[in-house]
């Protein structure tokens, strides 16, 4: 799908990975330097299992998460072209999800002490969810000294 669709999965990053690996070359924890060059060209999502059982659909539509009131879902409207611009999210291209693809519930909810709203991608949602992509036993207490 990813090859397929370049157009929608744009990366940016304003570093310039060779040029990164190569001033990192005599850097003595190799297994790091190549872990975190692996991770600015393929992406990071640590204990994740993309694949993770045959219970799993190919493609997933959280489309049933419907938004509770017309105020939020005019400011996730309005949110959604702002990441658009943005480059944050990729552009609708239709109403089918390609092949390997899971939809995220996007929720608005407030923010602390305001009246403003926060759009929050809600991967926790539903029964094929991408955090149930996640080894649990892996997540559990404060491990970020090891990512």
């Known amino acids: 799908t ?3 669709n370049p157009h929608l999965f744009h990366v940016s990053t304003p570093i310039n990975i ?3 690996a190569s001033a990192l070359a005599i850097h003595p924890n190799r297994a ?4 975190v060059v692996r991770t600015l060209k393929i992406g990071l999502w640590p204990w994740a299992d993309t ?3 045959s219970d799993f ?3 997933w539509d959280n489309a049933w998460a419907k938004i ?10 309005a949110q959604c072209i702002e990441e658009v611009d943005k480059g944050q999210h990729s552009p609708a291209f239709g109403p089918h999800l390609l092949p390997g693809m899971y939809s ?7 923010k ?14 539903g029964e094929y969810c991408q955090n149930n992509m996640v080894d649990k036993s892996q997540t559990k207490g404060a491990r970020l000294d090891s990512l």
Request: aromatic content about 6%.
């Open 18 to 20: 060779d040029r990164f």
């Open 51 to 53: 694949n993770p059982s």
């Open 32 to 35: 790091f330097v190549a872990s």
């Open 2 to 4: 990813i090859h397929e």
């Open 68 to 77: 509770p009131s017309t105020e939020e879902s005019q400011f996730i409207a």
């Open 104 to 110: 995220t519930p996007n929720i608005a909810v407030p």
């Open 57 to 59: 659909p190919e493609t």
């Open 112 to 125: 602390p002490h305001s009246d403003d709203l926060r759009l929050v991608a809600n991967q926790s949602a």
